[in-house]
């Protein structure tokens, strides 16, 4: 699918990433998998950027300007975001935002959080504090999407962070990272069985506060009673 959006010139033809050493691949992978780097799957990645004039920039409507306060694991979360106008986000037209995308906050305290956007997404851009992930392959940013949330993907984000002051994740790093796919029907038989174990930690988690709550009124009605 990469290959023939760029014989359409729909996408650049990437730069060849070296190979992938076995001492790179997180694990041992099962038959039929391909260790493959982020780059080599990706059809885009890379930040956005801050538009001319900073936060004077911003206005009170128009597109949306994503920044890593507004992406976090389990979506986007949009109170308090900031808009640009409509020219503006032409001008940044190559980080505007699609449907399918992974947003990876690449700097900064929040690094790692990786938010999937979804088919309701109404449109945005992102600053350069965020970076866009696309696969041309819609089936697959569901999978994807878990991965990078994954141990082993923010164990090799850590590994390769850069900057003295702001720590921060290059694209020529991201796109080295190695990612381990499955075939297509097992990634989707993988983020359903995560998808039904994180449901069951919700629902485990819910029963434990509750019974915190349980356990301090108790407590309280004891010690009332005692002070009586």
Known sequence: EKERLVAEKKIKKPKALPPIEADQVPFKIPNGWSAIRLGEIASKTGSGS?????????????TMFLRSQNVYDDGLRLNGVAYIPAETHERMSNTAIEKNDLLLNITGGSIGRC?????????????????????????????????????????AIFGTLTGAGREGLPKNKMDLITICIPPLSE???????????????????????SSRSESRQLLEACLNEAIA
């Open 115 to 155: 938010a999937h956007v979804q088919n309701d997404f109404i449109g945005g851009n992102i600053n350069q504090h965020v970076a866009i992930i696309r696969i041309s392959d819609s089936d697959v940013p569901s999978y994807l999407h878990r991965v990078i949330t994954s141990p082993s993907f923010q164990d």
């Open 187 to 209: 990634q989707k038989r993988i983020v359903a069985r995560v998808d039904e174990l994180m449901a069951l930690c919700d629902a485990l988690e819910a029963q434990l506060t």
């Open 50 to 62: 801050t538009p001319r004039g900073g936060k004077t920039a911003y206005t009170t409507s128009g």
